[in-house]
């Protein structure tokens, strides 16, 4: 196993831990949202880390594997917006008023 786990940390695209992995998906989902499942894999791959210390090599694998598999899922679902993984979704314009600012008095 610990030939996979070497295996695993030299990985970089997103198609090559889908291959890794075996699992199936879109191209034009992964072209179109590769950095937000790679952030949300990533998100991902901390708390497994954080939180199941005491895991074999083959059970963090699958963990992440689990993990590979719902991150791509949310980007069948949602959008990159609606996620708001990085910086540039959560700050609010500074020339923008809202519709929910506006009150009439």
């Known amino acids: ?4 786990w070497s295996k695993f940390q030299k990985l970089t695209q997103a198609e090559e831990y889908f291959d890794f992995f075996g699992l ?7 072209s179109v949202n590769r950095l937000h499942i790679l952030k949300k894999f ?8 954080e939180n199941y ?3 074999s090599v083959e059970e963090r694998l699958n963990k992440y594997c689990e993990a590979l598999q719902k991150a791509y899922q ?10 708001k993984l990085f910086k540039v979704f959560k700050q609010k ?7 929910t600012e506006i009150t009439s008095d």
């Open 53 to 55: 210390t005491d895991l």
């Open 1 to 4: 196993m610990s030939e996979d």
């Open 93 to 99: 314009p500074k020339n923008v008023v809202t519709l």
């Open 24 to 30: 199936p998906y879109d191209q034009k989902v992964v």
């Open 74 to 83: 949310v980007f069948l679902e949602s959008t990159p917006q609606e996620q």
């Open 42 to 49: 990533s998100q991902s791959i901390q708390e497994i880390d």
